[in-house]
């Protein structure tokens, strides 16, 4: 069953501006991934939150978790052209299992 | 340089046809991974191995097989590709919690 649901399907964006995906997930979690994949391309990671962890940086992009509503965001600042690409959501249960289940995915345009 | 690789990247084949889509990584990853990605949706998994010898079946099923002889290479068989098995096809390693990803194969069966 899906375990990932990223809100919005698309966002569509001019340069300069935030974008902000959210996630949300419905079985507990050991950590939750952020991936971006460009068109027709292999999925390049971009962040990993632990569950006991609130939030985490990483050079424009921000990611929160909230484990108590099963969701987390991903925020990106500063939206450029090479934005472009859909992000998925990614969550790993934990254990010895090391399988992640992956979101629909948002896809992002930013405008020039 | 330490990757993932894929081939062919792109494949057009008739209905029936055996093929074998690779995977190597350079990475010396226990883990290996491979999904079934229609265009613009969700990956859904279909296979993985956490070591030499070691394949499991993933949460989608599917048509087909995997063998992990040696740590680096993961490849994915179809013993008689039908058209249901147009998708991409993509192949991802992993240490411990971060999956590196290959290009992909784009696989259509007419």
């Known amino acids: 069953s899906q375990q990932g649901e990223e809100d919005p399907q698309a966002l569509s964006i001019q340069e300069g501006e935030n974008a902000t995906m959210n996630c949300s997930y419905k079985t507990s979690i050991n950590n939750l991934q952020w991936y971006r994949q460009n068109s027709g391309r292999g999925l390049v990671h971009l962040i990993l939150i632990r569950s006991n962890e609130r939030e985490k940086h990483s050079g424009r992009l921000r990611v929160t978790l909230d484990t108590s509503k099963k969701s987390s965001s991903l925020l990106i600042t500063a939206s450029r052209a090479a934005d472009t690409a859909s992000y998925f959501c990614?969550?790993?249960?934990?254990?010895?299992?090391?399988?992640?289940?992956f979101g629909k995915g948002t896809l992002l345009t930013v405008n020039p | 340089e330490a990757d993932i690789y894929q081939t062919p990247r792109y494949l057009v084949i008739g209905t029936g046809k055996k093929i074998t889509l690779e995977c190597s990584q350079t990475m010396g990853h226990d883990k290996m991974y491979w999904y079934q990605q229609d265009p613009g949706m969700e990956l859904h998994l279909i296979h993985y191995?956490?070591?030499?010898?070691?394949?499991e079946k993933g949460d989608l099923s599917s048509e087909s097989t995997v063998s992990r002889i040696r740590t680096e290479h993961f490849p994915l068989t179809l013993e008689s590709a039908r058209p249901s098995h147009t998708s991409q096809y993509l192949c991802?390693?992993?240490?411990?919690?971060?999956?590196?990803f290959g290009p992909g194969t784009r696989l259509t069966v007419l």
């Open positions: 191995s956490y070591g030499v010898n070691s394949t």
């Open positions: 991802a390693s992993s240490d411990m919690h971060e999956q590196f």
């Open positions: 990614a969550t790993r249960s934990g254990g010895s299992n090391y399988k992640l289940t």
